[in-house]
T-cell receptor
Framework: KAGVTQTPRYLIKTRGQQVTLSCSPISGHRSVSWYQQTPGQGLQFLFEYFSETQRNKGNFPGRFSGRQFSNSRSEMNVSTLELGDSALYLC?????????????FGPGTRLLVL | TQLLEQSPQFLSIQEGENLTVYCNSSSVFSSLQWYRQEPGEGPVLLVTVVTGGEVKKLKRLTFQFGDARKDSSLHITAAQPGDTGLYLCAGLFYNQGGKLIFGQGTELSVKP
């Protein structure tokens, strides 16, 4: 069974631009969660989608948004990029409830904002 | 506000030594997970603990959940260079709406 895939793996953007990251969960998994990982703040929860609905949301500004498609694939979008958005963005999928069931993480997308 | 405190942040030891990583909170966890992350990869789940006082073993790794379910520890016996990586604890809290809260992580380096 293929693991969680994330594209692109690396991305360089400039301040003010917007970016879209993609995540394909493990086949059969309906929950997709997104996290931001930085050296200073560690791993922080962005949001979770289940069956195309946002089920949980972290404490991030409205510039961070996401969506999930009917095939469970998910995208997250960051608009008006800031230098502080430079981070590793991780996606994780699980069968049902994240935290109760095992989450499987993708390798992440490393975003650098210049 | 960081709900989960993990310590130490960095640990550099020699092969064969033992070590313990701690994860503490002032709030009660409904469950707690330990992950290991290697460079260029996402975290991989090692264990989930749910019951207060629970002890789980995974080869040379021993995981303990505090009786009050506010703390947990990871003990590695006879560390090996292959244990090198970032160890993360993540808690599911009753009052956080099902969101996993991660600790800052412990960067472990085991030198041969």
């Amino acid at each position: 069974k293929a693991g969680v895939t994330q594209t692109p793996r690396y991305l360089i953007k400039t301040r003010g631009q917007q970016v879209t990251l993609s995540c394909s969960p493990i086949s059969g998994h309906r929950s997709v969660s997104w996290y931001q990982q930085t050296p200073g703040q560690g791993l922080q929860f962005l949001f979770e989608y289940f069956s195309e609905t946002q089920r949980n949301k972290g404490n991030f500004p409205g510039r961070f948004s996401g969506r999930q498609f009917s095939n469970s694939r998910s995208e997250m979008n960051v608009s008006t990029l800031e230098l502080g958005d430079s981070a590793l963005y991780l996606c994780a999928s699980s069968l049902g409830v994240a935290g109760v069931e095992t989450q499987y993480f993708g390798p992440g997308t490393r975003l650098l904002v210049l | 506000t960081q709900l989960l405190e993990q310590s130490p942040q960095f640990l550099s030891i020699q092969e064969g030594e033992n070590l313990t990583v701690y994860c503490n909170s002032s709030s009660v966890f409904s469950s707690l997970q330990w992950y290991r992350q290697e460079p260029g990869e996402g975290p991989v789940l090692l264990v989930t603990v749910v019951t207060g006082g629970e002890v789980k073993k995974l080869k040379r790794l021993t995981f303990q959940f505090g009786d009050a379910r506010k703390d947990s520890s990871l003990h590695i016996t006879a560390a090996q260079p292959g244990d090198t990586g970032l160890y993360l604890c993540a808690g599911l809290f009753y009052n956080q709406g099902g969101k996993l809260i991660f600790g800052q992580g412990t960067e472990l380096s085991v030198k041969p």
